[in-house]
C-alpha cells in the first residue's frame, strides 16, 4: 500500500513539485494502478529470463570520426540562461550548503 | 463513380489525378486548408499550421510533375501532417527562427520550442515530395487515449464533435478522417496510432518495432515507441510505409532490413492463408456491436478462402499490467531530460533543485505526473525486482506466447479496441478506465510485433476497427490481409459528416 511518505519520496526522486492537492490525488490513483498491475506477481515467471528489448540488434557502433554537427548558436538557442557561449546553471555547490 | 469531394479521397486517388494532371498539388493544399480553416479551430487538429511554406512546396511539385518527376514518386505533392511528436527544425544555423513550425509533444514544457534539426519521418516525407501542411494535436508526450491530456486542450472526433478521436495521435487520425489532410504521422508506443485510426474510421499501422527510424521522434517509452502512418486506404498506409521505413544509422534501434514494395504486395489474395483468431481478445467488458463488427470481418475473410483458427495468447491478461510498468519506468528516465537547464520551460529559481522542481511542477500535465511517479516508484529501491524485472520477465512471455502462434498462423484478426469513441470526459477521472482502452493493442508493442488497424463497420453510428497483427517485418502480410479485406468490404467510401465542401 502506497503512503503519502511514499509518494512525496519517489517526487523527490523524480524532481517532480507536487502541491498537497496533488500528491492527495496522486496517493490514492496509484494505489488503485498498483493494486490491478499487482495482478503480475500472480504470473508464474520462475522459469524465463527478463526481456529489455525485443530485437536481436546490440551495442551498435559507428567508426569514431568527426562528422558535422549543430552549429553553437543552433545548439544554444534554447537554452534558458546563457553566459556567453555557455549554458548558466545555478550554483550546485557552494560554501556551507 | 467518385462522389466525394477532393478532399475527402484516398491518396492513392487523388495522386493518380496529380500524375494524369487533372489537379495540381496547390488545389490539394487548398483543399485541405479549406476544411481546415471550417473544421480546424473546433476540432482543435493543428497544433502549427504552416500554409506559405505548404502552398510553396506544393508550387515545387507542381513543377516536378509538370517536369514528368512523378512516376514512382507516389507521395509527390501529396499534403500530410505530422503529429507534434516528430520535431520539425525551426532554427537555421545562426540560431534564429527559420520559419519552421514548433514541436511541442503537446506540452507546455516545450511550449514554441524550435528545433536545430529534423526527424528523420521529416526528412523521408520531404525527399518523397509529400507536402508538409502543419503539427497536429495529441497527448502529451504521446501518453493517452483520447487526446484529453494535451496541454492545448482535447481533439474532437470528426465523427461526432461530443466524442474523443481516440489517442494519443488524436489529432493526426482526426486530420485524416475529417478531410484535412491525405495522410498523417503518429507514433505508437500501446496503440497510439491503432486506436485513434480505429475510433475516428481510419487505416492506421504500428510497424514492427525498428522498422521506422526515431531519429527526431521525442521519446517516451524507448522499448515501444514506433512511428507509423494514418491514412484513408490500406493502400495508402502501404505507400507512405515504403517511404518511412529504412535503416538510419543515425537511430541505434533502426533494423537495416530490406524494405519491399508494400503496395505491391496488395493482391487481393488470402486463399489459403491461416488466419488465428485469439481467444483472449474478446475480453469481457467488451462492446457488443464491437464485437459483432469484428466477427462479421473474420467472416468475409473466411468467405475469402482464408482458413480461420481459433488461437490461445495465455498471458494477454497480464499485458496491461506489463505495460504500465515498463513503459512509465522508461518514460520517467526519457522525461528527466526535461529540466529548465538546456532548453523548454524553465521556471527561472536561482536554486538548482527548486528550478528543478518548480519547472517539471509547472511544465507537465497531470496525466505526464502520473506516470514519471509510477515509472519513478516501480524503478526505486526496494520495487524494482518486484515490479521492473518482473515485468520484463512476463515481457518474455508474451513474447514466446506470440512467437509460438504466429510459427502456426501468418496473421492474427482481433479488435483494435473494445469499443467506439466515447465520450469528452467520459474516462478522465479513472486513469485505469482509461488505460483499458488500450488493452488490445499494447500487448503488439510489448512484443514489438506490426499491427493495422482498418475499419469493419459502424457501431452505434461510430467506426470499429479490425486489428491485423503480423510477424516481425512481415508488415505485407498484414498489409495484404488488411487490403483484401477492405477490397469487398463496401467501407471504402465510409466518411464522417464533415466530408462535404
Redesign the interface.
Known sequence: M?SRA??E???R???????DD?IDR?QG??R???E??????A?D?SS????????A?EN?M?PDEARPG??R?????????REGDH?R????LEEGR | MNELPLADRTLSEVGELLRRREVSSRDLVEACLVRIRRDGERLNTFLALGEDRALAAADDADRALAAGDGDGRPLLGIPYVLKDVFVTRGLDDAGLPDGGLPSTAGSRILEGYLSPYASDAEARLTAAGAVLLGKTNCDEFAMGSSNENSAYGPVRNPWDETMVPGGSSGGSAAAVAGGQAFFGTGTDTGGSIRQPASLSGIVGMKPTYGRISRYGMIAFASSLDQCGPLGRSVRDVALVLRALAGHDPRDSTSVDEPVPDYAAALSGEVRGMRLGVPREYFVAGMEPGVETAVRAAIGILEGLGAEIVEVSLPSTDAGLATYYIIAPAEASANLARYDGVKYGYSAGEDDLLENYLRTRGAGFGPEVKRRIMLGTYALSAGYYDAYYVKAQQVRTLIKAEFDRVLADVDALLAPTSPSVAFKIGAKTEDPMLMYLNDACTLPVNIAGLPGISVPCGLSEGLPVGLQVIGRAFDEATILRVADAYERVAGLSDLRPPTAHD
Not at chain 1, 36 to 41: D, E, M, V
Open positions: 502506497i511514499d509518494v519520496h519517489a517526487a526522486l523524480a524532481r517532480l513539485g507536487l502541491t496533488e496522486m490513483q496509484l488503485r494502478i498498483l490491478a498491475i499487482g495482478q503480475l506477481q504470473v515467471t524465463v529470463g527478463p526481456t529489455a528489448q525485443v530485437i540488434l551498435v559507428r549543430l552549429t548558436e543552433a545548439a544554444l538557442a534554447n537554452v534558458p540562461l549554458v546553471v545555478p550554483v550546485v
